[in-house]
């Protein structure tokens, strides 16, 4: 079947098909004009993989996870420490934006919203200590994807 179907099928847009090739993750089957060809094995493999993405995973654990997927040998325990870890990061990240929400509360609640120009928000925001992070969280960051990853339709 063609990248269009398969699309529609694991709910995937095709650019982030073709990305998924073009990093290792699946590899299609090409027709003899040269056209890519995807098999059902090629639309559970991309579904597990929209899954993975949906729970968090990064594309390195992703990569992990389907190998542990594609071995009948493997162990569950290897799989269970992945989650884990990534569920530990999860409650790290939940942490945090509960901390972001109740100071944006706090701001919200303090800002007059008239027309003066005052504003414990812009103040805020404007405070040198922002963007400030610890290693954990960048390093987080940058193991989860970015915006631009998910800009680009890189799930």
Same mark, same amino acid.
């Given at each position: 079947m063609?990248?269009?179907?398969?699309?529609?099928?694991t &709910?995937l847009?095709?650019?982030t098909?073709?990305?998924?090739?073009?990093i &290792?993750l699946?590899?299609?089957?090409?027709?003899?004009?040269g056209?890519?060809?995807y098999?059902? @094995?090629?639309?559970?493999?991309?579904?597990f993989?929209r899954?993975?993405?949906?729970?968090?995973?990064s594309?390195d654990d992703?990569r992990?996870?389907?190998?542990?997927y594609?071995?009948p040998?493997?162990?569950?325990?290897?799989?269970k !420490? =992945?989650a884990a870890r990534?569920?530990e990061?999860?409650r790290?990240?939940a942490?945090?934006?509960?901390?972001?929400?109740?100071? =944006?509360?706090?701001?919200?609640s303090?800002? !007059?919203?008239?027309?003066?120009?005052?504003c414990?928000?812009?103040?805020?925001?404007?405070?040198?200590?922002v &963007?400030? @992070?610890?290693?954990?969280?960048?390093k987080r960051?940058?193991?989860?994807?970015?915006?631009?990853d998910?800009?680009?339709?890189k799930?």
């Amino acid at each position: 079947m063609n990248i269009g179907v398969v699309a529609r099928q694991t &709910g995937l847009p095709a650019k982030t098909i073709r990305y998924y090739e073009e990093i &290792g993750l699946i590899r299609a089957d090409r027709r003899p004009n040269g056209y890519r060809d995807y098999s059902a @094995q090629h639309v559970q493999t991309l579904s597990f993989l929209r899954r993975a993405r949906a729970f968090g995973f990064s594309l390195d654990d992703c990569r992990t996870l389907l190998g542990l997927y594609n071995n009948p040998e493997r162990a569950s325990a290897d799989v269970k !420490s =992945l989650a884990a870890r990534h569920l530990e990061e999860l409650r790290l990240k939940a942490a945090e934006l509960e901390h972001l929400a109740a100071t =944006l509360t706090q701001l919200v609640s303090s800002c !007059s919203g008239d027309g003066q120009p005052d504003c414990p928000i812009i103040r805020e925001l404007s405070n040198s200590h922002v &963007g400030k @992070q610890t290693k954990k969280s960048s390093k987080r960051s940058n193991q989860n994807g970015s915006a631009k990853d998910t800009a680009r339709g890189k799930m």
